[in-house]
C-alpha cells in the first residue's frame, strides 16, 4: 500500500471480486476474449513463428476472478501446448473464486501467487514469454511504474497483451463518479458506497451521459462487483490512443497490433475521398488517434506489444506452407455469414462496418480447417478451373480482410 486510494482499491476487490463470477458455471461454457487468448498470442505477439512445442510461460497479471488466467490454462490444456499459466493478484477473495473455477475444470497447469505486480521486480517470478495485464495499469497511483515491473519480468522476444480504459467512450462514466464521490466518498465503507450508487443509478437524471451510453451494460447487470467497478473505484485513469502509445514507449514497448486493427484505421470510417486522402497522409500512431476521435465509442484500448528493438517477422499468409485459422467461428460458419453482395456485416460496439471478400472468398473458407496449409488450399481452387493469378489475388484479399477483425489467422509451426 503506498497511499490511502491503495487502502480503498485492496477493499474493493476484497469486498467485491470483480468481475462476478459463478464457478459452477464453468461447466457451461468459456468465457472468451481479448488479450490472452492463445490464437491471438501465437499470431498477434509471436507472428505465428514461435513453434507450439516450445513452452510458453504466461503471467496473468491481476487476474481478478480468472478471466484470462482460465482462457488461456484451458486452450493450453486443449491442444496439450507445454508450459504454465501464472495467475497474480493481491486480492485473495478474488484469487479464491478463480482457483474455484480451476479446480471445476481440472486446470493443472496454473502457478498462483497472492501479490501485487508492483512486488514483480526482484520477485523470483519469471522470465515470462508472455503477459497479460487487463484492466490494472489505469487503476495505479503510478502506470508508468507498473508497465515497468511487467517488462522486467518478460522475457527477451516476448510481449504484452494490455488492457487500459479509453476516455470517449466512457462518456457520462467520469461525470457519475464525480458526483458520487461527493455522495459516497471513498472513505466510507463498501456497502455504503455501493447502496448510494443504486439509489443514484434509479434516479438518474433522463439527460445524464450515462443513461446515453448503452454499453455499459455488462457492469450495470454485473452484480455489485459491476457497478463498484465501474462508478465507485477510487482511481480510474483512462488514455487517449497518443498518451498509450507515450505510455509503452517510455519503457521501451511498442504496440505490435491494436485490436480490432479495423476499428483504428480512419479510412474506414471516412468516405469521403479528400477526407481520405488527408488521412492517407498521416501515420499509423496519428491514423489510430484520428479513428479513435472519429468514432468516439471506444471504452478500452486492447492492444499486443513487443519491445520497440525486437521487431517480429510476421509467418507470410500466403506461403504455401502456411497454415490459415480462424479465431473461434469455424471457417464452414464464417462463409455463410458472407451475403449475396459479398460482404460480411460486423458490429463494434454500436458502430457498424463492412468487410468487403472477394467472390472466392466463401470456397476459401469451407477449405480452413486448421489442417491445411495455404498452398493445398491454392491448389484447390485453381482445380476447380479458377486461374492461378485470380485464386492467388483472391486468398491475399480474403487473409487480409478477416485478419483486421481478427477472425482469420495463422497456426504457429510444429
Known sequence: MTDPTDAHLAAQYEA???????????AKRLIIGSPGHLKEIDWWV????????????ALIAGGGTGDATIMLATHMARANRPGSVTYLDRSAAAMAVAQERAE????????WEQRSLLDLPGSGLGPFDYIDCCGVLHHLADPAAGLRALVSVLAPGGGLGLMVYAPHGRTGVYMLQDALRMLAPPEAPPPARLDMARRVLKHLPETAWLRQNIYFG??????DAGIYDLL?????????????????????????AWMEPLRYDPLVWLPDPKLRARAETLDPLARAALAEALTGNLSTHIVYCRRADEPCMAADPVHPASIPITREIPGEEMAKQIRTDGTIPYLFDGLRAVVHLPPLAAAFLRLVDGQRPVGEILVTLTQRGNREDVVQRAWTTTFAALNRVNQLLLAPPI
Do not use: Q
Not at 455488462?218 to 452484480?223: A, E, L, P, R
Open 16 to 26: 467485491y471480486p470483480y468481475p462476478k463470477r459463478n464457478p459452477r458455471e464453468e
Open 46 to 57: 509471436f507472428g505465428a513463428t514461435r513453434p507450439v512445442s516450445r513452452p510458453l510461460n
Open 104 to 111: 471445476v475444470r481440472g486446470l493443472s497447469n496454473i502457478i
Open 218 to 223: 455488462d457492469h450495470v447487470t454485473g452484480g
Open 232 to 256: 465507485l473505484n477510487p482511481r480510474d485513469t483512462s488514455f487517449a490512443v497518443p498518451a498509450l502509445a507515450a505510455l509503452l514507449a517510455g519503457e521501451g514497448m511498442e504496440v505490435a
